[in-house]
Every structure is written in C-alpha cells, then in structure tokens.
C-alpha cells in the first residue's frame, strides 16, 4: 500500500532539539508501513498513491508512546479511590485480579487499545498477566507494543520466571516487529535477590530489555533500605540490572545519588503523574531527572489508578508539576515533554526508527484537528500543542502504516462490541470476587 497524507501541518516531532519546529503545507508519503518522504509539498517527490488522505489543514505529528500502563486494568477502572498504593493493591485491586480469565483479560486489552487509539497512541509498554491475551489483542488490532509478563517471587522459588521466560521467546519481534518483549520483575520489593539476578541472566541471553516498577512510594524505598541497605536503583545496580536496557516506571523518590546513577547507566524513567498524585505517592523530580541527562519517557499507568489512558494529560502535567514545586517558569520545554511522549519512549522500545516523521522511519502517526476551539487561535504552536490539545481532537491514528481510528471509526476493532464485552468482563469480574469472598468468610 501506497499512502499520500496531503494539506496538512507537519511536526517531525524531537529528540533532543530545543524548540518544536512546524512545516507548513506538508506531505507525508508512506510505502508499506515506512514513511518514504515527510516535509514540503513544494520539495515532495512524484509519487503514485493508492490512497490518498486530505488531512483538511491538520497537524500531522509522530504518535504517542505510553510506557508503563497495565492495559487490562481497563476492566478495574474506577476501583479503590481514595487508597494509598499499599492499601489500593490490597484491599481493591488484587482480590479482583485474582479471579482473571484469558478472556477477560482479552476484553480488559481490546478495551484500552481502543482508547488508546482514540487518543492518538500508537506503542505501549505493559507488564500485566495473562499475558498472551494481551499480545493476541495487540497481534489483532494492529497496535505496536513492548509487552512483559509480571513476574512477582517472594519465596526464592522463580516460579514465575519460566512463563515470562517462555512469552518472550514466543512472542518477540513477532507480527511484523511490532511486539516487543521484555522480562518485567514487578519491583524490588515483590522479587526476591534470586529471581532477579536470573532475570538480570535472561535479559542478556534473550537481549531484550527489562521493565519494572522503581521506587514508587517512600514505604518502597524505606523497605528496600531495611532489607538491603540500598535504595532501589542502588540495589538493582548492585545486581547488575541497570546495564541492561531499563525501563523504570515512577521513581518518585529517587535522591540526587539515585538520578546520577540512572543517568550514568542511561536508564530509561517512566514519568507517570496522574497515578503518582492519585495515589499519594508522591511527584518525581523530573527537573533534575532531565538536568542530569537521564531519559524520561511517560505513561499512564494503569486505569484504575488514573482513570483513562489519554497521554495528553500526563503530557501536560509533565511540566505544571515542575514549575509548580520549582516556582520556575522556564522548567522543561515543550519539546521535552513532546520527546518523553515520542522519541525516548520508541527507543527504550529497542527501536532506532519509530518516534519521528523522517524518510526511512517507521509510519506511527496522528492526525490532529486544529478547527477545535480550544486551539484557536493559535499564536504559539508550541504550547498549543502541549497545553492546548485535548486528546479528543486526534482524528486520525496510523500504525506501521495503517490506518486503525478515524473520525470515530475502528478499521480492525468493532467499537461497540469491544465497549460490550469491556463492560460485560469487568460486571463478571465483580461478581466472581464477591463469591470468592464470600466462600472465604
Ligand atoms: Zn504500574
């Protein structure tokens, strides 16, 4: 398939650049699923479309990357408000998650892929179980992912290694390359030192990367302190985890020995606002992050601790929270913020060609209508893009080349059947917990 994107705005998007820049009157022309060309019309090569897309005077940017969520928490969301993690773990969500079936957990992924789409996301990376229900729902609707399957140990024995172990040697590099696999220890404090220095083993065997929650919560880190005499990254370090490709959800309460450690190694820090502050964890310093050189890519988490799976917000808070606790203006960029949404999550995906609209690179990328009012008039492109945007106004969502979300529409899912099923799964779910515990009363 040959694809022409005509009458449009363009952003190639960022790596380390200062400043956003924007084309006007661009095209984009996309062969398989490669972009071929990306800049001025004026400068465009001839080319011969079977398609043909008017983006109507839209802004054509690369597509989000949420790195760390747990997408079939879709089924939970709403669940356990007003709990602290600990207690938000125990009491609501893992008694539900206990009753999991392949099938819900297929309904919970198709649920937010759906969503994720429908806010112009185009990779994710999850850690979650029932992990092939997860990679089925990827393989089907066309999404690009990074997918783990959560290993927790707290008897020594690693007994969830081998399926973590088995679901990457499966499913890496498989449908097109557009599922990746990592080995994902929940955190320091649901792994044992056994299982982790055999993940640390694995990782560099099967040479994929390894995702895991870090530093989250003060209790976290105290806990780790009492039972290793270490901070988590210190800890992981010691295990030589962190010279491997990492990718590290929260690290809300790193110290300043934490973040040149992360930055010195080239870690990779998922920022994840909203489920920080839902859940009272805490607000991650991500000025100084940024300052010492580390990689800071951003995620939602997961929904029950967020409510949705719409980037834009974290996109936007990425730089509030900074400037509200530094009380200075001038802390992280647009094009910071734009590049932990884009570039440095696609690379802590193991790609060097996802993230930007650039000749030769892979074609992730939204559409974004800016006949909305909350983006008119326009006068900054910059800061209407990360402040302005809301992420309803995307009205068009590519993967690898193909067209999955637009104007409303799911090319490869039944919209109202997934949002039946979503609903349907997570009312079962419910009911099957009550009887458990009623069983055990
Ligand atoms: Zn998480």
Wanted: hydrophobic share 45%.
């Amino acid at each position: 398939m040959r694809t022409r994107i005509q009458n449009i705005i363009m952003t190639p998007g960022v790596r380390e650049e200062k400043h956003i820049s924007f084309v006007n009157d661009a095209e984009i022309h996309i062969h398989g699923n490669r972009i071929v060309y990306a800049g001025k019309k004026e400068c465009a090569p001839a080319f011969e479309a079977d398609q043909v897309i008017n983006g109507g005077g839209a802004l054509a940017m690369p597509g989000l990357c949420n790195m760390h969520t747990h997408t079939p928490m879709t089924l939970l969301r709403n669940v356990g408000s007003d709990l602290d993690l600990n207690n938000w773990l125990h009491q609501a969500i893992f008694p539900l998650e206990a009753c999991l079936t392949d099938e819900a957990v297929r309904a919970g992924t198709d649920l937010g892929i759906m969503e994720m789409l429908s806010f112009g996301t185009t990779s994710f990376c999850d850690m979650y179980m029932h992990m092939d229900a997860v990679a089925e729902g990827v393989l089907h609707s066309g999404m690009r992912a990074l997918l783990g399957h959560g290993i927790v140990d707290f008897d020594g024995s690693c007994a969830d290694l081998e399926p973590g172990i088995a679901f990457a040697k499966k499913w890496h590099k498989a449908a097109n390359d557009r599922i990746r696999v990592s080995l994902a220890p929940h955190s320091e404090g649901a792994t044992t030192p056994e299982v982790l220095q055999k993940v640390e083993q694995w990782a560099g065997k099967l040479k994929i990367a390894i995702h895991t929650h870090v530093s989250e919560t003060q209790f976290d880190v105290n806990g780790c302190i009492k039972r290793h005499g270490m901070t988590p990254p210190q800890y992981l370090d010691s295990l030589g985890l962190l010279s491997h490709p990492i990718v590290a959800a929260h690290c809300v309460w790193f110290t300043d020995k934490d973040i040149a450690l992360f930055a010195k190694r080239g870690c990779t820090i998922v920022h994840n606002p909203i489920s920080n502050l839902k859940l009272a964890s805490g607000i991650a310093p991500v000025h100084k992050m940024l300052q010492a050189g580390c990689k800071v890519a951003i995620g939602t988490d997961g929904v029950a601790s967020n409510n949705n799976l719409n980037l834009w917000e974290e996109m936007k808070l990425m730089p509030l929270l900074q400037k509200g606790t530094m009380l200075d203006p001038k802390v992280v960029s647009p094009a910071q913020c734009l590049a932990a949404a884009t570039t440095v999550g696609a690379e802590a995906m193991g790609y060097v060609d996802l993230g930007l609209l650039k000749e030769g690179y892979l074609a992730d990328l939204i559409l974004l209508d800016l006949n909305q009012p909350s983006v008119v008039p326009v006068n900054d492109m910059e800061n209407n893009l990360i402040y302005a945007t809301l992420g309803s106004h995307v009205k068009l969502t590519m993967v690898d080349g193909k067209v999955l979300y637009q104007n409303g529409q799911f090319t490869t899912l039944d919209g109202k059947a997934v949002l039946a099923r979503g609903a349907r799964a997570a009312q079962e779910l419910a009911e099957k917990a009550i009887a458990k515990a009623a069983e055990n009363v």
